[in-house]
């Protein structure tokens, strides 16, 4: 059963702290992707990914980074969060051209 | 860039009836369109899609056609149940870029 795993479905954070959220896909998928889910908005894309170290901006990568050091992970850094930030997170992983695994989600709370 | 419209945002229907959520395109080369259901708790799945060299695809009680004259996709399900209340969101691929649209939030009463 191909699986992609979001390490934490809950998070509470501090305004100012540096947030690190985990993905893993274990089908081998070249591209990942980072969505933020906001009621009525959809799913925008924060970053994405097509290849180990490499990463694109989405449409709304502002006070958002990523890390790709494997081809597996993908991680989504928020180096100072904030409360404006507080929402669900949603990583996928995709072959070109098929279709999306979605993670879980992570609800981030920043207080 | 491509933009994908939804609606309704929100749909209310009696079991046993038929739901439709529409979606427009804007980019003409699109060539592949996903609809994924989202359940209370849990990320989008993929529930059926359709490609551009096709007009009508059916799975049981969903089914998804295209008008790529018009841009436009939609969803239909028909004999509906509880359980089909979810988030329904659409989709829209062109060269490695996907864009969904804002989601409709399906209801289904008994």
């Known amino acids: 059963d191909v699986k992609v795993t979001q390490s934490s479905r809950y998070l509470v954070k501090r305004t100012g702290e540096k947030v690190f959220l985990e993905c893993v896909q274990d089908m081998d998928h070249e591209n990942m992707f980072w969505y933020r889910q906001d009621p009525g908005l959809g799913l925008r894309l924060i970053y994405f990914?097509?290849?180990?170290?490499?990463?694109e901006k989405g449409d709304i990568p502002e006070g958002y980074s990523v890390s790709r050091e494997k081809k597996e992970r993908f991680s989504l850094i928020l180096e100072s969060a904030s409360t404006n930030q507080t929402s669900m997170y949603l990583c996928?992983?995709?072959?070109?051209?098929?279709?999306?695994?979605f993670g879980q989600g992570t609800r981030l709370t920043v207080v | 860039g491509e933009n994908v419209e939804q609606h309704p945002s929100t749909l209310s229907v009696q079991e046993g009836d038929s739901a439709v959520i529409k979606c427009t395109y804007s980019?003409?080369?699109?060539?592949?369109f996903p609809w994924y259901k989202q359940e209370l708790g849990k990320g989008p799945q993929l529930i059926i899609d359709?490609?551009?060299?096709?007009g009508e695809k059916k799975d049981q009680r969903i089914a998804v056609t295209l008008n790529k004259t018009a841009k436009h996709f939609s969803l239909h399900i028909t004999e509906t149940q509880p359980e089909d209340s979810a988030v329904y969101f659409c989709a829209s691929y062109n060269n490695n870029d996907m864009r969904f649209g804002a989601g409709t939030r399906l209801t289904v009463k008994p």
């Open positions: 980019d003409s080369a699109s060539n592949y």
């Open positions: 996928a992983s995709r072959d070109r051209g098929a279709e999306a695994f």
């Open positions: 359709i490609r551009s060299n096709v």
């Open positions: 990914s097509y290849d180990v170290k490499m990463k």
